[in-house]
């Protein structure tokens, strides 16, 4: 056996072997929250109204950001074509004088 293999088979498996046996001190806590979730299916009748209220207040932010980003883009599209009218206009006199 190499001197390799001898100090891997007294010092680094047997501390790799424990550190795997051994459960971190706070992985209850983090799993905690998952089993949880997992047993609380059931919601309560209040739950539910509350749940429905923040979804529509939800698609109602939702549908108010898309009317303003649309109303936006119809601005921007008038600024353009405005500057683009403009911007013909300065190339007419240009031409004509």
């Known amino acids: 056996m190499s001197i390799r293999s001898k100090l891997f088979a007294t010092v680094a498996l047997p501390v790799f072997a424990a550190s795997l046996a051994v459960q971190p ?6 799993r905690a929250p998952f089993e949880v979730a997992q047993e609380g ?7 539910l ?8 207040q939800r698609a109602a932010e939702e549908e108010s ?3 303003a980003d649309e109303q936006q883009r119809a601005e921007e599209k008038a600024r ?9 206009a300065a190339e007419q ?4 004088a």
């Not at 001190?25 to 983090?30: E, K, P, Q």
């Open 80 to 88: 353009r074509r405005t500057e683009r009218e403009q911007q013909r």
């Open 65 to 67: 950001q898309g009317q």
């Open 49 to 56: 109204q509350l749940l429905k209220k923040r979804k529509k």
């Open 25 to 30: 001190a706070l992985a209850d806590s983090l």
């Open 93 to 96: 006199e240009a031409q004509q």
């Open 41 to 47: 299916g059931e919601l309560s009748p209040e739950e």
